[in-house]
């Protein structure tokens, strides 16, 4: 049983930081509350934590309702959880933006960024989405959930604490700097959704005699 919730726990963590790429959100989140106060921004940090990991424990917790109730199979959600992951890692790579100017410029004006765009749809997307749901169908027992539950609040307490820390390592690498970061981890992430593609069109593929 603990071994079970420990690589449950490590294993949803794992598969979600590339994905949900906290460092990634660390430039768009000090851009969005530049005009905040220090304690102000404390406090979208810890709700916008929050707010991830509430949207991911539920689509988590119905995530074989879900594939049930539309008639999906695993290897089709994999495949187009990997199609919008690559999506995302192509934008990182080739340095576009991840939320366009009319919706930071929306996203300015508003008073609380914490659910969107913050946790949705920049952290807790449909990537993340996808990554839960697949692990739902995984989970077989309480320890499995439990793991699960785990990763998902492991991944929240490290969002907080990089968008807590975050402006330290934003004046120090620059931009020049934050845009090389993101190109590396965007074609870490890129791989991934080769992998979850490649891995979804094998398991639809009829098995050899």
């Not at 420990?6 to 509350?33: C, D, M, Q």
């Not at 340095?95 to 949705?120: C, G, L």
């Not at 929240?156 to 931009?175: D, S």
């Not at 090389?180 to 791989?191: C, D, E, T, V």
């Amino acid at each position: 049983m603990l071994q079970s919730l420990i690589s449950f726990s490590v294993g949803t963590l794992a598969a979600l930081f590339p994905i949900a790429n906290p460092v990634g959100a660390i430039p768009i989140f000090y851009s969005l509350t530049a005009t905040d106060t220090q304690r102000y921004r404390l406090k979208q940090a810890q709700k916008t934590a929050l707010n991830v990991v509430l949207v991911l424990v539920v689509f988590f917790l119905g995530g074989k309702l879900i594939l049930n109730f539309f008639g999906l199979s695993l290897p089709v959600l994999r495949i187009a959880g990997g199609l919008i992951v690559g999506h995302t890692a192509w934008e990182m790579v080739t340095a576009r933006q991840r939320i366009t100017a009319s919706e930071h410029k929306a996203a300015t004006d508003q008073a609380d960024i914490s659910f969107t765009p913050m946790a949705v749809p920049m952290i807790s997307g449909p990537g993340a989405i996808g990554v839960v749901i697949g692990l739902s169908t995984k989970a077989t027992q309480w320890s499995d959930y439990a793991g699960c539950v785990l990763g998902v609040v492991g991944l929240g307490i490290v969002l907080y604490l990089c968008l807590r820390l975050g402006e330290p390592l934003i004046e120090r690498l620059g931009e020049t700097g934050m845009g090389a970061l993101n190109r590396i981890l965007g074609f870490l992430i890129l791989a991934i959704a080769v992998q979850l593609i490649a891995d979804g069109v094998l398991a639809l593929l009829p098995a050899s005699p």
